[in-house]
């Protein structure tokens, strides 16, 4: 069982559409945090969330510790978005982070 | 801008062989962790390191193995490779205090045949 789970695994959306991506989460965290990974491995961090919402330029994330759920959405998207994007937490125990095994994006032009 | 770099970028080993993977740890970061991600799937813990020592570990076998510099640079060894390794290996850099924060590195893709 992962304790990371995203929705939907693959998405493909036209450009100009508002993009919703789900995490869900089964552990006590103290952040989630949502990462970037183009074609070719590197990952970017986006947010690091412990409540509330948050929004860089057309990115916002939304965290609900009661619920476990965070949803990072999309607005205006454009083809330059097409990545994966995956969702990681830190657990309040122990070192690790847990991840999702997230979300491939395509946006068509 | 992330200051983790990692090398090499890619790397062909055969079954049986040993590897060693390195990573620079951005400025002032005191803590490093790696990860093993597999095609299509999320990163998985491999261990972390912290003043160099080891300070955690994921599910994985004894060959996998680290080290930690005094200049807080780091590497993963594998120990006779399996197919299975093949993937791409992610470090990341932090400073223990500042809420987990944590700075990828490009990642080293590994593949044994």
């Known amino acids: 069982k992962n304790e990371v789970e995203q929705s939907p695994q693959n998405l493909t959306a036209q450009e100009g559409e508002f993009i919703t991506i789900n995490c869900s989460y089964s552990v006590g965290i103290s952040a989630l945090h949502w990462l970037q990974q183009h074609p070719g491995g590197g990952i970017v961090s986006l947010f690091m969330l412990s409540s509330g919402k948050k929004k860089h330029g057309r990115l916002i994330a939304t965290i609900n510790i009661q619920e476990k759920h965070s949803s990072l959405h999309i607005t205006a998207s454009h083809p330059r978005d097409s990545a994966v994007y995956i969702c990681a937490v830190n657990p309040n125990t122990g070192n690790q982070f847990y991840f999702g095994t997230g979300t491939s994006l395509t946006v068509i032009p | 801008e992330t200051g983790v770099t990692q090398s090499p970028t890619h790397l062909i080993k055969t079954r049986g062989q040993q590897v060693t993977l390195r990573c620079s740890s951005q400025s002032g970061h005191n803590t490093v962790s790696w990860y093993q991600q597999a095609l299509g799937q999320g990163p998985q813990f491999i261990f972390q390191y912290y003043r160099e020592e080891e300070n955690g570990r994921g599910n994985f076998p004894p060959r996998f193995s680290g080290l930690q510099f005094p200049n807080y640079s780091s590497e993963l060894n594998v120990n006779a490779l399996e197919l299975d390794d093949s993937a791409l290996y992610l470090c990341?850099?932090?400073?223990?205090?500042?809420?987990?924060?944590?700075?990828f590195g490009p990642g080293t893709r590994l593949t044994v045949t």
């Open positions: 990341a850099s932090s400073f223990v205090g500042t809420a987990y924060e944590q700075y």
